[in-house]
């Protein structure tokens, strides 16, 4: 048998815990970031009313601004 302090034994577990705590974090971390979508061409759109600018992959010719949320035309810049 191997013998163990409390306090060994307490740094143990604490470390397994925090090791295993990571290694699902990492594997999360790693299967999420691949499966996010990218569009390849996005427009880049300036709304006329707030002036905000806005990247918009729709090939729509009216957009609607994420911040006003009022109508533009589609300004045809692509990115």
Known sequence: MIALSPTTALMLYLGL???SLLGIWVASHYYTRHRRFMPL???LN???FCLFA???SSN???TQCPRCESYN???GKNT
Request: glycine share 0%; proline share 0%; aromatic share 6%.
């Open 17 to 19: 815990t925090l090791l």
């Open 41 to 43: 061409e996005k427009k």
């Open 46 to 48: 300036v709304c006329e």
């Open 54 to 56: 806005y990247l918009d």
């Open 60 to 62: 729509k010719q009216v």
């Open 73 to 75: 035309k589609s300004s």
